[in-house]
């Protein structure tokens, strides 16, 4: 299609980009997109027509070890004329230029686009549940939430949860305004780690991990402890069952899903100890 540009984005598309996500109702955390930006300052691409943004996406490359695409959207005139399949597709491109050779992509899609980005190599691997309510007391005095105390032990912990490290990601996570972070150690061997941060509307808590379902349960309620009375979400692998019932527990109900899809083979990674995932736009 002529008279569109696809190429890098500017700090203020990123902003717009952050306000197109709202309208999809899709909610991320205040400081996500600048977390992507600071650990990546490629991640976001944009579609333009003359001086106006028309379309955009991230594509963040974790160290060139792992690649994740979220945040796919046209402005609603410009969608079903093949715009936005070109523009992905050269997404995709420009991801795997910035990887290595055998690095995996990941993506979170919506259930009816999924042929879509199977037609592009994509395949299923399982859903996400976006897990919703309200956040209530249950404080624990033995949940760690000094982040100077906690950082080496999150950094370690986080490898082997997440398809790859991710340093310069976690720390920017960890230091954006208004996040909670809980720590628990069992003796003196660290066990998990949670973190809340503000969105748009209410809070997310994400990532969750943690050796065990006891563990989940008291850092998810020490977190909701420091939220009550705010709306929350959890994103929760279906595969996970311990992980829905936790959150079941909690009161929380199921309102969205989508599909973790990989572009090589699955990671190998301790999927059992997800209790929430990071961010459904950026892995
Ligand atoms: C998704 C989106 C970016 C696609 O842009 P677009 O310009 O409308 O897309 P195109 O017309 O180029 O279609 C691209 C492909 O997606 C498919 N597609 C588009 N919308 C679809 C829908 N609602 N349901 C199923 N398939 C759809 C098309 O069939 C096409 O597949 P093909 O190229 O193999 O034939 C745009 O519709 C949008 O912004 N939607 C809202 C945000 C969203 O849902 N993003 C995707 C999240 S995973």
Known sequence: MSGFWFGPMTDREIAELRDWAAMEDWNPGRGDLGVARASDPEAFVAIRQGDALVGGGSILSYGGKF????????????????LGGQFWRWRLDQL???????????????????????????????RHLRMQGDAHERADPDVVSDRERLIEDILAFDAGRFPASREKFLRSWLDRPGVRIAGLYRGDKFVGYGVARPARAGFKIGPLFAADVVTADRLLGDLMSRIAGE?????????????????NKYGLEEVFN??????????????????????????
């Not at 690649?67 to 093949?82: A, E, H, Q, Y």
């Not at 709306?231 to 959150?247: C, F, G, M």
């Not at 190998?268 to 995932?277: G, H, L, Q, S």
Request: hydrophobic share 45%; proline share 6%; aromatic share 12%.
């Open 67 to 82: 690649g994740f695409m979220g945040l796919f959207i046209l402005r609603p005139d410009v969608r079903g004329r093949g």
């Open 96 to 126: 795997k230029a910035r990887l290595d050779a055998d690095a995996v992509i990941g993506m979170d899609g919506v259930f009816q686009m999924t042929p879509f980005y199977e037609r592009g190599g994509f395949v299923a691997a399982y």
């Open 231 to 247: 709306q929350v979400q959890i994103d929760v692998p279906e595969t996970n069952l311990t992980a829905l019932a936790l959150a």
């Open 258 to 283: 989508c599909v973790r899809m990989y572009h090589g083979a699955p990671p190998k990674m301790f999927i059992e100890d997800v209790y929430a995932v990071t961010s459904l736009e950026f892995g």
